[in-house]
């Protein structure tokens, strides 16, 4: 069995972001997994906002919700799916949770009159968040990815962090360095000069690499490899090409044909006589690549022009797709280009709908319009958070002629408020980490869609809103054919609607797509492709 004492593995990006620092360190982990070791990832993300909450989609893609309801970066996503485990708030550290805690501290005298600098309060504080998972988890490694790129001011403290930590004595670690290595198809060649100045100035900060993962289009010959090892003081097995892959789930194959996880193994003088058994993983990819049948999604949302604002759902799609031998083609739409008079110019050639989460009112009528179409052609519908409160919206509407209906969020007087503002969220004025956040139970009902689905009574899933089912309405969307097929046991709170007069139409409040993993897709998503391909057959 590996040492009992945890490894630190720090991945750190350079030339440009958007390299795939994530998907290495998940791939990594991955591996490292499979050889029998406990392994953890977390983010370290250097913006000032607590935590990405209150962030705008389209400045940061989805907020990632963990089961103890930490609002966090979307690479944690990819660590849960790919290491099918769960994470915490301790794998999503910002700088402005660094910074809100020196400054608490400093106000309550915690440092006894010291001036607060950042070295060493704020790098301690770094130090000490990277360090709770290894006390705490009893994992063998964790690896840590440092966001943005070296160079920036605003990841400074966290390299110099890194940098007071590989010369600790109670510290193992080593450094995984990502940078690019660009083809100028003019010239023909692959040029390693933003490598070299990449780690010249990660050198600058006081921290040496120890593996190269260089990112690139075209294949890395030796020649290129042994010159990158001879300008960065890096030994030439531990240059390791990261090229362009069909899928992120192709990635961990690509560093085990690579060596990476050998590599690592080696540089902590680590036996590595086992080869990782990531035969299900094959298996996985096996059926990705070679569907038995195909079908169309729609997904509807607001920020369509950036797909990682819903990359979660998507993933859970293709896991889902996967274990139903299906291609998943997803037909991305605009809620804003919907109207009640071509919704069906966009959704008529689609097998199923997705209605997806959001804020604010901003294309709300197109995701209701969606909803309505969906219901009156019998199209296999799934919603989720906001899709499943514009579906009990356009039952409230166009079944129980109830033609005020709306929710509170947008319409504060609405005459008929069948969504309105939880009770207990009447009091809140500040906005971050305040809606209700992470996993709660739900109570099924027997012959539901869900019940069918999940196969149990009682299941736990996170949350993230703030607005819930006015249950004055329940009783008369119930006689009417609309069932609340989940409930919170101990507030009676609608999580699950289903329309009983429709082959498979169900809402949720929760959010299924977080929980759902490369070898355990989830449930809902799972039945959602059955239903619809059972459908078209």
């Known amino acids: 069995m590996p040492d009992s004492k945890t490894k630190y593995i720090f991945v750190t990006g350079g030339v440009t972001s958007s390299l795939g620092k994530g998907i290495i360190s998940a791939s990594l982990a991955k591996l490292l997994q499979s050889r ?55 794998n999503n550290v910002t700088t402005g949770r660094i910074y809100q805690h020196v400054i608490n501290k400093e106000r309550e005298g915690a440092y006894l009159g010291k001036t607060v600098q950042v070295i060493p309060h704020i790098t301690d504080e770094i130090k000490r968040r990277i360090r709770i998972l290894g006390k705490t988890g009893d994992y063998d490694f964790v690896i840590t990815e440092i966001g943005g790129t070296v160079g920036d001011i605003e990841s400074l403290p966290y390299i110099e962090a890194v940098r007071q930590l590989k010369w600790d004595p109670e510290v193992d670690s080593l450094v995984i360095h990502l940078t690019l290595v660009p083809y100028l198809s003019t010239s023909g060649e692959l040029k390693t000069k933003p490598t070299q100045h990449s780690v010249k100035q990660l050198q600058e900060s006081g921290v040496q690499a120890d593996i190269l993962v260089l990112r690139t289009e075209q294949s890395i010959s030796e020649d290129i490899k042994r010159k990158v090892a001879l300008f960065c003081n890096i030994s030439e097995d531990a240059v390791i090409e990261s090229a362009n892959a069909e899928t992120i789930y192709d990635v961990p194959l690509l560093m085990q044909k690579e060596r990476l996880d050998e590599v690592v193994l080696n540089k902590f003088k680590l036996a590595s006589a086992s080869e990782p058994d990531i035969q299900e993983w094959k298996n996985f990819l096996e059926r990705l690549k070679n569907p038995k049948q195909k079908l169309r999604i729609g997904l509807v949302g607001k920020y369509i022009e950036l797909k990682d604002s819903y990359l979660s759902i998507n993933e859970s799609i293709i896991h889902a797709g996967v274990h ?41 009528e197109g995701k209701i319009a969606a909803v309505k179409y969906a219901r009156e052609h019998d199209l296999p519908f799934l919603g989720i958070c906001l899709g499943m409160q514009c579906a009990v919206i356009e039952y409230a509407r166009n079944v129980l002629n109830f033609a005020e209906a709306h929710t509170t969020e947008i319409k504060a007087d609405a005459k008929e408020p069948v969504i309105f503002l939880m009770e207990d969220q009447k009091t809140v004025t500040e906005k971050g980490g305040t809606m209700r956040l992470g996993a709660y139970e739900c109570k099924l009902a027997e012959g539901s869609i869900a019940k069918a689905a999940y196969g149990e009574d009682l299941i736990t899933e996170r949350h993230r809103h703030r607005f819930e089912f006015n249950n004055k309405y329940l009783e008369a969307f119930e006689a009417a054919g609309m069932k609340a097929t989940g409930l919170n046991p101990s507030g009676g709170m609608v999580e699950i609607v289903e329309n009983t007069n429709h082959p498979w139409f169900v809402g949720v409040q929760f959010h299924p797509e977080y929980s759902s993993t490369v070898l355990n897709p989830h449930p809902l998503f799972m039945e959602f492709i059955q239903a619809i391909n059972k459908q078209k057959q």
């Open 36 to 90: 029998g070791y406990s392994v953890t990832i977390q983010k370290l993300d250097p913006y000032i906002n607590v935590d990405p909450g209150t962030l705008n989609p389209y400045e940061h893609g989805e907020c990632y919700v963990t089961e103890d309801g930490a609002e966090t970066d979307l690479d944690l996503g990819h660590y849960e799916r790919f290491l099918d485990r769960k994470t915490s708030q301790a």
């Open 324 to 364: 139903n031998d299906t291609e998943v083609e997803v037909e991305w739409i605009h809620s804003e280009s919907l109207t009640e008079e071509n919704v069906s110019n966009h959704l008529a050639s689609l097998d199923g709908l997705i209605v997806a989460p959001g804020f604010g009112e901003r294309g709300i």
